[in-house]
């Protein structure tokens, strides 16, 4: 158990819709990263946040958005959901803001889109 | 940018070795390495940073070549719990700070 908490664990949603995914970071950690996997692409990072602040940007569609709340948990909504979004999505954390430190990953959710 | 991962994928009896590479075209300033089994999160094994300091795992050893933007991960006398897909995900030195780019995985099996 990484110590990151990721709900809900499956989504099944039609096109054109919009879900919310939620992350819990780690215990003291600042940073939450979003990444997509899918079969086709490996892991591809989507954004990340640091204290609040969005802190650097990977290729996130505009249909994406995310933040992070004050008491640090992470939000990324999806939304005009297509089929090309259906994908494992995970949150990771860690205590700084550069690679200097080790990221912890989520058990991710995993986004089916009909 | 994406680094290039190779193999891309490898089968290992238990207590051989094998060697993962990993390269970028970009200048360095982090490689992290992550393991993730089938159906779980990836796992962090190591970081290794620019100017030689390493954190990690204690049984993995891997390499970070400044200069030519490489690292390779070296698994040893293998045991079957190191099956999985190896990541290394790369840190720019002119990208963002923190942002990791991952290449495309290697597959490794162990056997009995």
């Known amino acids: 158990d990484s110590g990151v908490t990721q709900t809900p664990k499956h989504l099944i949603t039609a096109t054109g819709q919009r879900v919310t995914l939620r992350c819990s970071p780690r215990?003291?950690?600042?940073?939450v990263y979003w990444y997509q996997q899918s079969l086709d692409q490996g892991l591809q990072f989507l954004i990340q946040?640091?204290?609040?602040?969005?802190?650097a940007k990977g290729n996130i569609l505009e249909r994406f958005s995310a933040q992070q709340f004050p008491d640090l948990h992470s939000e990324l909504n999806l939304s005009s959901l297509e089929l090309g979004d259906s994908a494992l999505y995970f949150c990771a954390s860690s205590a700084g803001r550069t690679g200097n430190y080790e990221q912890y990953f989520g058990p991710g959710t995993r986004l089916t889109v009909t | 940018q994406q680094p290039v991962q190779s193999p891309q994928a490898v089968i290992l009896r238990e207590g051989e070795d094998a060697v993962i590479n990993c390269s970028s075209s970009k200048a360095l300033y982090s490689v992290h390495w992550y393991r993730q089994k089938h159906g779980e999160a990836p796992v962090f094994l190591m970081i290794l940073l620019k100017g030689g300091e390493q954190k990690g795992h204690e049984k993995i050893s891997a390499s970070f070549n400044e200069k030519k933007q490489q690292s390779s991960l070296y698994l040893t006398a293998s045991q079957l719990s190191y099956s999985g897909t190896y990541f290394c995900g790369t840190e720019e030195r002119t990208d963002s700070w923190g942002k990791l780019q991952f290449g495309a995985g290697t597959q490794v099996v162990v056997t009995p």
């Open positions: 215990s003291g950690d600042l940073s």
């Open positions: 946040y640091y204290n609040g602040e969005e802190r």
